[in-house]
Every structure is written in structure tokens, then in C-alpha cells.
């Protein structure tokens, strides 16, 4: 490994690595300005070059983002899961950092095994 770093200098203080905690899962109406990391999930039902508006049956949400091409694989219609800041002072905004397609997801499944979850962490605290 040696004869590959000759030449080689690394310089200045490394970044400490950031470590993020888990986003813990939200419903739109649930949604809290202070919380700086969450996931939401719902359905495309509006879409621009640059934001999209999410429904998850308990509010819309409008999702935007810096990253050019970040919906560009994402259409009306489509079932996706976001992680993101929450930024509810103007309306119910996010800042998407992250978009994943979850199309074929059931979701009145999953929202009532999240309830599950959600009681019961609640229930041994």
C-alpha cells in the first residue's frame, strides 16, 4: 500500500464524520418545525421541475429541492418515501435530502404498523 500513497500528502485536520440519527417517520399533519430530520411518505398527486406535493391521506405536502434531476425519475402518481427538513413557517414545506420510489408499498398497511410502533415505544418509556 505504501508504493501507492508515495507522493502522496494529506494535509490540514479531517472533518469529524457526522453522524445523523435515525429519521423517525412523521404523517404530514404530524409534522414539526423544531424536528430538523424526518421521513414522510405519500403519493405524488402534483409535479414541477423542482418540487412536488405529496399526499399521505393526512395533509398535502410540498417537497422541494437544490439537487437538479431529484424527481426526475418521480411522476404523478408515484408512491415515494422522503427524508428531509421540515420548513413549516411559510406552509407545509420540506427540504429533501433524500427521495426513494416505493410504488407497491401498502400504505394503510404500513401507516397502521407505524401506529403499532409508535405505541409501543411510547408504551415502554
Excluded: N
Aim: charged share 40%; net charge negative.
Amino acid at each position: 500500500m505504501r508504493e501507492h500513497l508515495e507522493g502522496v500528502r494529506l494535509g490540514g485536520e479531517m472533518e469529524e464524520p457526522r453522524i445523523r440519527r435515525a429519521a423517525p417517520y412523521r404523517r404530514i399533519a404530524e409534522l414539526r418545525e423544531d424536528e430538523e430530520w424526518v421521513k414522510v411518505m405519500g403519493v405524488v398527486v402534483e409535479k414541477k421541475d423542482s418540487e412536488i406535493v405529496l399526499d399521505d391521506g393526512s395533509g398535502l405536502l410540498t417537497v422541494f429541492s437544490d439537487k437538479e434531476g431529484m424527481f426526475e425519475e418521480i411522476g404523478v402518481g408515484s408512491q415515494i418515501r422522503v427524508f428531509g427538513r421540515p420548513m413549516l413557517s411559510v406552509g407545509k414545506e420540506m427540504k429533501a435530502e433524500i427521495v426513494q420510489k416505493v410504488d407497491g408499498l401498502d400504505f394503510e398497511l404500513y401507516w397502521k404498523v407505524m401506529e403499532e410502533v409508535k405505541r409501543l415505544e411510547e408504551e415502554i418509556r
